[in-house]
């Protein structure tokens, strides 16, 4: 468990050691693959929201995925654990950049993805989402399973 939660602070620290240096070098990379270079996201996927209410939007959602790790702990599930911590983690250092720079500090992007600008904690965030998924549909196909074997015996 130290070690799953070891490796999201990790994520965190990385991502604002990142964000920190491609603020000093907002042009640092480009080539025909990948482009490493400062892009302001104002925006939450397109959509302009008020500063504030993006914030709070956001807070809250971090607070409810808290309570679902806090389950996690409970359960002493660790892929939920690893789940859920990624997502905050993640969500917490873009919430930081918000309130101190009003945007998120993105800078990778792939030309093979064409709309997409990110960052490391955008990485986890995904990640932690993945991790979920994968938790979720495994959950649901053992439930199958077992339902299925109780009509066999009926």
Known sequence: MRKILGFSLLVFVLDRLSKWFILKNPDFYSDSFIELKLVENRGFYSFSLNQIFLSLLITAVLLLFF????????????????????????????????????????????????????????????????????????AYKSKDKRYNNINKRS
Do not use: E, H, Q
């Open 67 to 138: 309570v679902f790790l806090c389950y996690a702990f409970k359960k002493k599930d660790l892929v939920l654990i690893a789940g859920f911590s990624l997502i905050i983690i993640g969500g917490l250092s873009n919430l930081l950049d918000r309130v101190i720079f009003s945007y998120v500090i993105d800078w990778i992007r792939i030309s093979l993805i064409p709309i997409s600008v990110f960052n490391l904690a955008d990485l986890g965030i995904i990640t932690g989402i993945v991790i979920l998924g994968f938790s979720t549909a495994k």
